[in-house]
């Protein structure tokens, strides 16, 4: 045993989870009791480690804790069936066990193929996801609901039924081939996205940004570019989060307050990440084929490239979001097309957008929504309704730092 418990240890216990689920869940081919054991190990870990200390190979510890735990289910489910052609069906998911020794000391990361591997041919792209973010990113049920713009009890029917949709197809959690990687690559893709956003914004909680998501994505689409270095879209994705990444540190204040993009110290912006994603898109959008990713990626460059905020070239972005609509439609895209739109033709034109959205029932009672409505009213100089979006806005978002800045707002209108 090594050091003592710690934050640092806890933190290590959740980067840890999704590599040990990989390994169990590809050895016995279960996805559902995999997890289930993986998470009785980390229940251990929370017990055993803050007394006996952290193990040498904490990995290893949590590998061979939770394969014991389906090994004894498997034995379990032997001594029931008492069928010869079950058992030995189920004798040779046991033996999986010994093959899990050789994964405990390997430095081989098996959250990548964890992410492969959820976006499983028996789910629909969307429940793919939802598993993902719930296996691999470790975000809580309210968060995948908030991402997918969907009631928490949906979502957790969502991912239950997933689980079972996995379980009945027979097929199992195994290695994949380059031509299967290929094909659950965009669920993959749409994954890493949202588990960065959640990082990088954190839907709910005391802190504006949670850096450990948000690296652990970065590193992730990393690995994915590594492992298909010539996907435009992988690089698009990866330059995306690094020119996002790079104004972290200008996004809040000394008492976690969140600074809007305007008004950031833009000395603080991280050059070396702004020049390594620009270097990224660059290339990428040399390819030919413009995807999701790479349309926003261009619009970060832009915001990046300015030395000011009042040097940014709206028409540009204006132009890239109008693409974007077109590319993949959705109710943020109309969002972030509206702001543009507001920015470049006046807050009258940007209103009208917003209205698309009233009717839109995944929408219109996100906080997003009314905020954006209470910027542009307040652009418009209609103060009083400007004030009454934003602390609208404030009611809906379950974010501290956003709802203590919508309320600002709300009172810097008041004065």
Known sequence: MTKPWDTTSERLLRELAPQALGVVARRFRDFASAEDAVQEALLAAFTQWPREGVPENPRGWLIRVASRRMT???????????????????????????????????????????????CHPALTSSSAIALTLRAVGGLTTAEIANAFLVPESTMAQRISRAKQSIKASGVPFRLLSWQERAERLPAVLHALYLIFNEGYASSSGARLQRLDLAREAIRLTRCAKALLPGDAEVAGLLALMLLTDARRAARTGPDEELIPLNKQDRTLWDRAEISEGIELLTAALSKGSVGLYQLQAAVAAIHDEAARAEDTD?????????????VSPSP??????????????????GLELLKTLDSDARFREHHRLEAVRAHLLEMLGDRENAIKHYRTAAGRTTSIPERNYLMTQAARLEE
């Open 72 to 118: 004894d289910q498997v034995r379990s489910e032997i001594a029931r069936r008492h069928r010869e052609t079950a058992a030995a069906r189920d004798v040779e998911t046991v033996a999986a066990a010994g093959d899990i020794e050789r994964d405990l000391d390997m430095d081989s990361d098996d959250t990548l193929i964890l992410l492969f591997l959820c």
């Open 332 to 349: 943020m895209a109309t969002l972030n097309h509206a702001i543009a739109t507001a920015m470049v033709h006046g807050p009258a034109r």
């Open 314 to 326: 709206w028409p540009q972005i204006l132009a890239l979001y109008e693409l974007l609509k077109r």
